[in-house]
């Protein structure tokens, strides 16, 4: 385990431009924060490049990596939040990949961050293998996605698919609408691998995409509620997969 050294201004200058979406994606590196989302993204064996301490004495992550002595003003340029708690890391962004699956979603034009992480994290809780997204949904090396998703972005299977790429991949594509004639509770799981589109809060699933060929699906909610936040949908949505899912298997 590294002691700590000190760091130089032009190298905090250098991390503050990681704040940046332009910069992220140039230097394919990132800072992330917190000893909960750390400890979260070593189980997933991932290890970082280099350690931002505030406290000689604080607790130590168990990496033999160059590690920094930060003081507090500078931990507010390198990090996202407000309010940064005092330990930091510097991270590789999250890579996208495919992989099997038997369930995925697809999210169509989610652009809010604590929605998209939180549905990774969803995704993380109830096995859900792939996410699927469309180009106008959020960043995902956005901090704040990363956070949300307590690092999930970079356990689960994530790749951008335009609405024509969805339409021509080999699966059974289904929607969830609250005006959707079946219940969601009424879904009998398919043998085939099978994409469920959500669309987000404000625009709902895009017109392309329901078509009369997919099923629409509906959550039963309250006649007094409109609509659900797309992270609450997708909680429901992945707890019937992962509960009905696994009867099917046995």
Request: overall charge neutral.
């Amino acid at each position: 385990m590294s002691d700590l050294n000190p760091i130089s201004k032009a190298r905090i200058s250098e991390l503050a431009k990681l704040r940046q979406k332009k910069f992220r994606l140039q230097e394919g590196k990132i800072v992330l924060e917190g000893s909960r989302l750390l400890q979260q993204m070593a189980s997933y064996e991932l290890k970082p490049f280099e350690i931002y301490y505030a406290d000689r004495s604080q607790f130590r992550l168990p990496y033999d990596v160059p590690a920094y002595l930060v003081q507090e003003q500078d931990f507010k340029r390198i990090c996202d939040s407000e309010h940064p708690p005092a330990l930091a890391a510097l991270y590789p962004v999250p890579k996208e990949s495919v992989k099997p699956f038997q369930q995925a979603l697809y999210l169509d034009g989610v652009s809010d961050p604590g929605n998209l992480g939180t549905i990774f994290r969803l995704a993380a809780a109830f096995e859900i293998k792939q996410i699927f997204l469309s180009p106008e949904c959020c960043e995902i090396a956005n901090p704040k996605v990363i956070r949300a998703s307590m690092g999930a972005v970079y356990h689960i299977a994530h790749k951008t698919l335009s609405h024509a790429q969805l339409l021509a991949h080999p699966s059974t594509k289904l929607y969830l609408d609250m005006n959707a004639r079946v219940p969601l509770q009424n879904h009998v799981l398919s043998p085939d691998p099978s994409v469920y589109i959500l669309g987000s809060e404000a625009h709902g699933v895009s017109k392309e995409l329901i078509h009369p060929t997919h099923q629409g699906l509906r959550i039963e909610i309250s006649r007094g509620m409109e609509s659900l936040n797309v992270a609450i949908t997708a909680g429901i949505l992945c707890h019937h997969l992962f509960v009905f899912g696994n009867n099917y298997s046995a």
